[in-house]
């Protein structure tokens, strides 16, 4: 795995920015029937707004805008740019609690989701605030997991809007949505069966590269079979390498992305930011194997989505 990473960072340190061609990503396909992903380069609440109006989504009678509250010293999404996205939803911003010290309860969350801005644009939520009720949902056809277990309030909703920072430099796993609506959404539990490859409900596991990779699929399709009514939004706002990727170049921002299909975002995302820091295909081969991109692969073999998407440039 370090040797990989090496080759991974070695490969990237050299790369320079240049100014992003939509029509070289990878994954990119004029096929009409491939799920749609639409972007625009305006990274604010009304930007936000655009890619989002652009899904069509039918707003049920309650809406959970799961998002990450944060650590103490993460680089975490910008509160303000939901400020739209809840007046237009009355949608509730929800988390779950962690299996760290500054994010074992729902007492220390709200208190983060305070520290980093998210009480005060609109109300916030523990889905497990309630930690003697869990929720288990079951995983169908997947590669190791039976089920995924988050907090019982999740049941509460109906309409699912999912919005992600994403992180291309954040070890061990790709930081997308993917991992937002799977451990994420993991109470302490559902999170150590995730990291166990499904094995052990109580304590965390360092786990083989393959097995978390395969286990956040399953807990994504869990969680999509579950409730039906989901976004997804990935905001590309730039941010500084997290990992051991030394000599690899902050990475600007791009903007914000959105679509009904979870794999396509997050490939759409990843391909948008590899773009811009891996200087060819080894480089982006490299880093993919490094950071578990495979989780792509695994979620569409389940039927989580399809990583091939029709890129639709909303500022044209």
């Not at 989002?52 to 303000?80: C, H, M, P």
């Not at 500084?240 to 396509?264: F, L, M, N, Q, Y």
Request: charged content about 25%.
């Amino acid at each position: 795995m370090k040797l990989i990473l090496s080759l991974a960072c070695a490969l990237m340190a050299g790369s320079a920015l240049f100014a992003q061609d939509f029509r070289t990503l990878a994954h990119r396909t004029d096929d009409k029937d491939a799920p749609a992903v639409y972007f625009t380069s305006d990274i604010s609440a009304a930007g936000l707004m655009k890619v989002y109006n652009a899904l069509n989504q039918d707003i049920g009678k309650k809406v959970a805008i799961k998002v990450s509250f944060g650590g103490t010293d993460e680089q975490v999404l910008d509160a303000r740019l939901l400020s739209d996205l809840i007046k237009k939803t009355d949608g509730t911003m929800v988390d779950c609690n962690g299996l760290s010290g500054n994010r074992w309860t729902a007492a220390l969350n709200l208190a983060l989701a305070k520290a980093n801005g998210f009480a005060a644009v609109g109300n916030v939520q523990m889905l497990d605030e309630d930690e003697n009720a869990h929720l288990d949902m079951p995983v169908k056809n997947g590669h190791l997991l039976k089920y995924a277990r988050t907090g019982s309030r999740f049941a509460e909703y109906d309409t699912i809007i999912a919005v992600h920072r994403f992180k291309l430099h954040s070890l061990p796993a790709l930081g997308g949505n993917i991992k937002n609506i799977s451990l994420c959404l993991g109470n302490r539990s559902g999170k150590c069966i995730i990291h166990s490859g499904g094995t052990d409900e109580k304590h965390y596991h360092s786990t083989a590269p393959d097995v978390l990779a395969k286990s956040f699929a399953d807990a994504a399709k869990a969680a999509l079979d579950y409730k039906k009514n989901w976004a997804f939004i990935n905001v590309l706002d730039g941010f500084k390498p997290e990992d051991a990727c030394h000599g690899t170049k902050a990475v600007r921002p791009i903007g914000i992305i959105a679509s009904r299909d979870v794999v396509a975002a997050d490939r759409c995302s990843l391909d948008l930011e590899l773009s811009q820091t891996a200087s060819d295909a080894a480089a982006r081969t490299a880093w993919e194997t490094a950071h578990q991109a495979d989780v792509l692969d695994y979620a569409e073999q389940i039927g989580c989505g399809k990583r091939n998407y029709r890129f639709v440039n909303l500022d044209e």
